[in-house]
Every structure is written in structure tokens, then in C-alpha cells.
């Protein structure tokens, strides 16, 4: 019985991003799957036919799919990942940290090193609210610390952070879902909540009270909560004991790359975003723009990406092979792009992975 169709945009991103959402799309037509693949104009390409890097008719390809692979993005294209996260309320950033044989750590033993750091996605520091200290004379907050008026502290600026009932909920809900389907593979299923909540009482401290309020919906999940930065300290201590991590947007992205680091490099660091009823991929690492037309940049971030896309899509079993295929390439270790010690191209790395599919 033939799979009903899903429609996936792709947008390749700048410099040698390209490479790597190429080989991903390469590998995932291996599988013969009911997929359409759909092209928009986006960034310098939409520029020159349509003045503008982020079409209306790209959106409407977006808002008609299914998903969309992203690549990276160098600026010129950022209009579009803009409306994949806040314009699709893509709310949840997934960040797999997985060890596999084969992946250069920088750790003596890395091994076991399988958790997933799942970041809120769309509020805190980015919700872009900032401005100058003279802005806010009429409004009469005063600092804690210091014991005055903004207004009086001017020169300077400011940024407000914001943490909602809402938001927080819903980002918490979505890692006990998580550690539950991963304690069903066979898992621990823990849930680690993280923030400055010793500081911020307020807004981390809310993250916090949620996280509580949540946990005893899930006797079955373990649940401990650490300060950020002694969850930094964890993270490179014994990452071991981590399963799914939560916490807010801020922090999520910052140590979600410094656990790409764990592994070996962004160059592995696969990540999804997910909201109620859209999910965008795309791989962690920036454009490596001093890689364009070397044919040498890794496409695992961006593969593995694929595979989280395919099991989202409904595909469980090809994810799984995709993950497997990769994951036999580097225990091998005889086609690795430069990053991991090798002195293989692209292409080559990409047609070894095709071998195992």
C-alpha cells in the first residue's frame, strides 16, 4: 500500500550548506519514498527574481508542506528560518547528543555519552525586546542590585527577558513526552530542568515552578532539577547521567553547542524544531563559507537531521537506517571528512553512508 505523499521544501542555505542538504536529500532518495521535494526562490536566488529574499509564494510552499530541510544561513536567507520558528511557532529546538565509535571526542571517555537537550524555542532574551536606558524615564523601575533607577543608570541598554505560563508549559510537556518515549527504547527517562533560578527568581524561577508543578503528571519519569551553571559544570564533569535536559531559550543555546562539543564539533549536531503542527530540520553548525566549492564539509549534522525529519514524517523505519548507516560509516573509519581526522571529500563520506542504506 503506497504512503500518502509528504511535501518537504528545502532551502539549502549559503555558502557550502548547500553540500550538506544536497547529500542528505541524495541519501533520503535511496529510499524510494512518497516524498516530493519542493524548491522555492529563497535568499540571493529569490533576490533576483523577485526582489525580495523571502517570497510570498516560498511561505505559502512552507505553510503547504509537511516539513522543510534547512541548511544554514549566512543572513541572506534568515527571513525564512524567521518564519519556520516564529512564524510556525515552532516552539521546541531538539538537540540529539549521542556518541557514536568513530566520532572525534576530545574526551578520554566519551563513551555512553547519549542524551538530548531540548531548548524553549520562540521567548526569554529573544523575544527581541530592547532599547536604551533613556527610553524607559517614564517608567519607574529600579534595579536590585544597585539599588536606583534605571532612568539613572543612563547611559546604556537594555534587554527584557520573558518567561510565560504558557510557553514554559508547553516546553516542559514536550521533555517528559520525550524521556517517556526514550525510557520505551530503553533509556533511562529523566527529565533534567536547568535555569539561573537562584538569581532570576522571577522568570527562571517560574521556569522552575513549572517544571515541579508538571513533574508528578509523570510517576514514571525521574526528575531533578540543577542551577545552569552547575548543569554546565555536569555537562562536561559526566554527561553520562543526563537523559532529556529542559531549559530556557538562552541557555539552550548555548550549551546545546557546547554539548556538540562532546561528540566531536557542530559538524555532528543534528537538531529539529517542532511545534504543535509543523517541524523544521536543520543541522547546527553555521554556512562555512571558507569550505565553499571544496567538496570537504561533513554532512552529518545535516544527515542525521534528515533522519530525525523521516521519523517525524511518519518514515520510522528508514530513520532508523539512515541513523544506523551513518553510525557504520564512522565506526569503520575509513571515510571521514577532515574535521573527524579523515581526508575524505563530501561526496565520498556521502556515497559510503549510500553503501549501508
Not at 532551502?11 to 521535494?37: C, H, M, Q, Y
Request: with cysteine.
Amino acid at each position: 500500500m503506497e504512503t500518502e505523499k509528504k511535501r518537504v521544501v528545502v532551502i539549502e542555505g549559503e555558502d557550502a550548506a548547500p553540500d550538506t542538504v544536497r547529500s542528505t536529500v541524495k541519501l533520503i532518495d535511496k529510499f524510494n519514498l512518497n516524498i516530493e521535494w519542493m524548491y522555492p526562490p529563497v535568499g540571493q536566488e529569490a533576490l533576483k527574481t523577485h526582489d525580495t529574499a523571502f517570497p510570498d509564494e516560498t511561505r505559502q510552499a512552507i505553510d503547504t508542506s509537511d516539513s522543510t530541510l534547512f541548511g544554514a544561513s549566512s543572513g541572506i536567507s534568515f527571513e525564512a528560518l524567521f518564519y519556520l520558528r516564529w512564524g510556525k511557532s515552532t516552539y521546541a529546538n531538539v538537540r540529539p547528543v549521542k556518541w557514536v565509535p568513530g566520532y572525534k571526542s576530545p574526551l578520554a571517555h566519551p563513551e555512553h555519552i547519549d542524551f538530548v537537550i531540548v531548548r524553549e524555542n520562540l521567548e526569554d532574551l529573544y523575544s527581541g525586546i530592547e532599547g536604551n536606558i533613556e527610553d524607559l524615564d517614564t517608567i519607574p523601575l529600579k534595579s536590585f542590585t544597585e539599588g536606583r533607577l534605571l532612568s539613572e543608570m543612563a547611559p546604556g541598554r537594555f534587554a527584557i527577558k520573558v518567561i510565560t505560563e504558557k510557553k514554559t508549559k508547553q516546553i516542559i510537556e514536550f521533555a517528559f513526552e520525550l524521556a517517556r518515549r526514550r525510557k520505551a527504547e530503553g533509556l533511562p527517562g529523566k527529565v533534567t530542568c536547568s535555569s539561573k533560578y537562584n538569581m532570576l527568581f522571577y522568570t527562571d524561577g517560574l521556569f522552575k515552578e513549572i517544571a515541579q508543578q508538571l513533574a508528578p503528571s509523570y510517576p514514571d519519569i525521574d526528575f531533578e532539577t540543577f542551577i545552569i551553571d552547575d548543569l554546565a559544570h555536569r555537562l562536561v564533569k559526566s554527561p553520562q547521567d543526563l537523559d532529556v535536559v529542559v531549559m530556557p531559550n538562552l541557555y539552550g543555546d548555548i550549551l546545546s553547542d557546547a554539548a556538540g562539543g562532546l561528540m566531536g564539533g557542530l559538524g555532528l549536531a543534528a537538531s529539529g524544531c517542532y511545534g504543535k503542527d509543523y517541524a523544521y530540520f536543520e543541522s547546527a553548525h553555521g554556512t562555512a563559507p571558507d569550505l565553499v566549492g571544496k567538496n570537504s564539509i561533513n554532512p552529518t549534522a545535516q544527515i542525521l537531521s534528515g533522519a530525525m525529519m523521516l521519523e517525524y514524517l511518519g518514515f520510522t523505519k528508514q530513520s532508523k537506517q539512515l541513523f544506523s548507516a551513518v553510525e557504520r560509516v564512522y565506526a569503520e573509519g575509513y571515510f571521514l571528512t577532515p574535521d573527524q581526522g579523515g581526508s575524505s571529500t563530501t561526496s565520498e563520506f556521502t556515497n559510503a553512508v549510500a553503501t549501508y542504506l
